[in-house]
């Protein structure tokens, strides 16, 4: 069974800086890892992704603030959050997608609260 457990969640001040991590198990590799966030109220959305052949996708309010990477065998992905905003208050969650035999899966983790505010 896939599992996805994230850490590096909390409380931060705005303009901060936060990382996340988040790895895999229960699988050799997955295709696709990054995060996702849904704040009270709104939509799940992106924040970014990266695949096993280095494409990187962010979410068009990150604007360059936050970063991307993935180590260990790439199945351990991090999420570096610089210059935080109050709006960046979320329940972060990681993603995965991977295929097999013409079918694709995705996984989630749990989430992780992260809160930006003074």
């Known amino acids: 069974q896939v599992q996805l457990v994230e850490s590096g969640g909390g409380l931060v001040q705005p303009g901060g800086s936060l990382s996340l991590s988040c790895a895999a198990s229960g699988i050799d590799s997955i295709y696709l890892m990054g995060w996702y966030r849904q704040a009270p109220g709104k939509q799940r959305e992106l924040v970014a992704t990266?695949?096993?052949?280095?494409?990187?996708e962010y979410g068009e309010f990150v604007k360059g603030r936050f970063t991307i990477t993935r180590a260990g065998a790439q199945d351990t992905v991090y999420l570096r959050m610089t210059s935080l905003k109050p709006e960046d208050t979320a329940v972060y969650y990681c993603?995965?997608?991977?295929?097999?035999?013409?079918?694709?899966?995705?996984?989630w983790g749990q989430g992780t609260q992260v809160t930006v505010s003074s």
């Open positions: 990266l695949d096993l052949g280095g494409r990187r």
């Open positions: 993603y995965g997608f991977d295929s097999a035999e013409f079918q694709g899966y995705d996984y």
